[in-house]
């Protein structure tokens, strides 16, 4: 079954630098999504993404974050500056057309910003 | 701004009961509301999507219901299994894409 790849798994980084989280969505997909679960807190949508730019954010997604599809196979998130706050579980997701019940969710990056 | 809650934060129950997860959200001017399951180290498997003009959806052992003017939605799980050991999510969308995640019913069925 096709799936959804992050990479890496665990990233750990000081605060203040920059990180990127990447992810390959399923090959033939259109829409990619970016959500977050802080430790004992809901899943949050941060960001959708189609056509090569953003079709929706959430109030989280601030000035920090930014999102690109550098080629025709990854899809990364970036955080400019990390804060101690930004430490979570970060998932990708992507779909075909658009449909939610078929979102793939990748396995998630754990973002851990000391 | 959605708010949406489920209820038990846990449970418990042994193999072969039927058991039922309830979420509920705030604002009903919904699009969908969709259930997950959550698996350690793990992403999110859809389970079951509900529009906002049903009322509810079935797949194998799994039935979801949606009551959209109450806010609520419930999932049934028949006899269950201890496969079935995960954490559910209860999601809800007001564009189509945007979801709203409860914070989830950790299960686990006893053998």
């Known amino acids: 079954e096709p799936e959804v790849t992050q990479t890496p798994s665990h990233q750990v980084t000081q605060m203040g630098q920059e990180v990127i989280l990447r992810c390959v969505p399923i090959?033939?997909?259109?829409?990619f999504y970016w959500y977050r679960q802080i430790l004992g807190q809901k899943v949050e949508f941060l960001v959708s993404f189609y056509n090569n730019e953003i079709s929706e954010k959430s109030e989280i997604f601030d000035d920090q974050f930014s999102v690109e599809r550098p080629d025709g196979s990854n899809f990364t998130l970036k955080i400019r500056s990390t804060k101690l706050e930004d430490s979570a579980m970060y998932f990708c997701?992507?779909?075909?057309?658009?449909?939610?019940?078929?979102?793939?969710f990748g396995s998630g990056t754990q973002l851990s910003v000391l | 701004k959605q708010e949406v809650t489920q209820i038990p934060a846990a449970l418990s129950v042994p193999e072969g009961e039927n058991l039922v997860l309830n979420c509920s959200f705030t604002d009903s001017a919904i699009y969908n509301l969709q259930w997950f399951r959550q698996d350690p180290g793990k992403g999110l498997t859809s389970l079951l999507l509900?529009?906002?003009?049903?009322r509810e959806q079935t797949s194998g052992r799994l039935n979801a219901s949606l009551d959209k003017s109450s806010g609520r939605s419930t999932l049934y799980i028949a006899a269950s299994q201890p496969g079935d050991s995960a954490t559910y999510l209860c999601a809800v969308s007001n564009t189509g894409n945007q979801f709203y995640f409860g914070t989830g019913t950790s299960l686990t069925v006893i053998p």
């Open positions: 997701a992507s779909t075909l057309d658009g449909s939610p019940e078929k979102l793939f």
């Open positions: 090959s033939n997909h259109l829409y």
């Open positions: 509900i529009q906002s003009s049903q």
